[in-house]
């Protein structure tokens, strides 16, 4: 959760000329892959590649927003994430994978260049454009990094964003090659089956890998870890982008299906297993901080039980919204969030992770917490009459 007077002092050029400027060139961006894939596939095919790809989005991104629940995110990153993805990371794998295509065809043969651009270039550098944005959080915005958890949403998000546009042109590549398709003829609807029903989430899985490991690094005081963890999680992400692309392009539709259900699906249990895991911790983290704030008169003691639990947070939030409508209920979310945010950062605090500015933020946390109390609070009264 952001807090605006943590950057009540941050220079204008900052908080306003860099983010308008960001979200010019990501527009610019958006706007160049639009007209590159419609001069390549035709406006009716684009138009049907938009409506497909929009389809497994939804359920990608709701997914994400679930994992994240315990202190949300800000909406202006999340978008920004996805926004990355779709435009920034996207127009740069691109312009690096068609010069290694090239390079490829004119080294290894005509036809092959798209091989290597499949297997080498695009898992190297379509991971590395997703990844930078992840690291730009850690490196430059660290008190809305607190671990693996946040990791994995900024990765999911950057990752959907990135497959959306992806989508876009295959899907459209596909009806206008082979139009809706047939018994005989692979088209659009078949593209659809592979990539927005068996495998919407294997971009996000690839770059959760790095999620993972920058938010391991986020939660260390070991400098090693904080290196190789990281780059660690990056390898990975390569690795399994490979496998995936050599099993579409080079292999047969048993290797393609082994390495489907034999890598992918289990590793994507396993990456669920973690983020429940990682869930239960964060659970427990909160619980361990609740007596502290009753003892400091910043929470009620009655408050203590419906914080810690995910369920009962959501039907105080739920009780408040149906009798003091949407305002309300976003005032109890705001203080709920407030209080992870502190209990989580007294844990950096107490593990040596959370840095110099440690202290400082969690004076500025604590004034978020009362103040936000104080709006829960009358919203939870006027709920309660």
């Known amino acids: 959760m952001s807090d605006p007077k943590l950057h009540r002092h941050t220079p204008r050029r900052l908080t306003v000329l860099l983010p308008v400027l960001a979200l010019l060139a990501l527009a610019a961006c958006g706007l160049i892959l639009l007209a590159i894939s419609t001069a390549r596939v035709g406006l009716a095919a684009e138009l049907v590649g938009v409506g497909a790809a929009l389809v497994p989005v939804g359920p990608v991104v709701a997914a994400f927003l679930w994992v994240d629940r315990w202190e949300p995110e800000p909406a202006r990153l999340l978008w920004t994430a996805f926004a990355w993805g779709a435009c920034g990371a996207t127009i740069t794998a691109l312009l690096i994978n068609n010069t290694a295509e090239a390079v490829g065809d004119l080294v290894l043969g005509h036809g092959q260049g798209d091989k290597l651009s499949a297997i080498v270039s695009a898992p190297i550098f379509e991971e590395a454009a997703k990844g930078v944005f992840l690291l730009g959080i850690y490196l430059f915005l660290r008190?809305?990094?607190?671990?693996?958890?946040d990791g994995i949403v900024y990765a999911g998000f950057t990752a959907a964003g990135f497959a959306?546009?992806?989508?876009?042109?295959?899907?459209?590549?596909a009806f206008s090659d082979y139009g809706i398709g047939d018994s005989s003829s692979p088209g659009v609807v078949a593209a659809?089956?592979?990539?927005?029903?068996?495998?919407?989430?294997t971009h996000p899985l690839f770059t959760v890998m790095i999620g993972i490991g920058i938010g391991l690094a986020a939660r260390t005081a070991s400098t090693k870890v904080r290196v190789f963890a990281p780059l660690g999680g990056y390898l990975v992400a390569v690795a399994l982008h490979a496998a995936w692309n050599a099993s579409a392009?080079?292999?047969?539709?048993?290797?393609?299906?082994?390495v489907y259900f034999l890598v992918m699906v289990p590793l994507f249990g396993a990456v669920v297993w973690l983020?429940?895991?990682?869930?239960?911790?964060?659970?427990?983290?909160?619980?361990?901080?609740?007596?502290?704030?009753?003892?400091?008169g910043w929470i009620l003691p009655g408050e203590v039980e419906p914080l810690a639990d995910?369920?009962?947070?959501?039907?105080?939030?739920?009780?408040?919204?149906?009798?003091?409508?949407?305002?309300a209920a976003a005032a109890v979310e705001?203080?709920?969030?407030?209080?992870?945010?502190?209990?989580?950062?007294?844990?950096?605090m107490a593990v040596g992770t959370a840095g110099p500015q440690g202290p400082a933020h969690e004076t500025k946390l604590i004034t978020v917490l009362r103040e936000s109390r104080k709006a829960a609070a009358a919203a939870s009264r006027e709920a309660a009459t």
């Open 143 to 149: 008190s809305e990094f607190d671990g693996v958890v």
């Open 164 to 173: 959306f546009t992806e989508n876009i042109y295959y899907f459209g590549r």
């Open 192 to 201: 659809f089956i592979l990539r927005g029903v068996l495998s919407p989430f």
């Open 249 to 258: 392009t080079l292999g047969s539709a048993s290797t393609f299906f082994a």
């Open 275 to 296: 983020i429940s895991w990682h869930r239960k911790r964060e659970q427990g983290v909160i619980a361990a901080a609740l007596p502290a704030m009753v003892e400091s």
């Open 310 to 327: 995910l369920a009962a947070r959501r039907h105080w939030r739920k009780r408040v919204r149906k009798r003091r409508g949407r305002v």
């Open 334 to 348: 705001e203080y709920q969030a407030s209080v992870s945010e502190l209990a989580f950062l007294w844990h950096a």
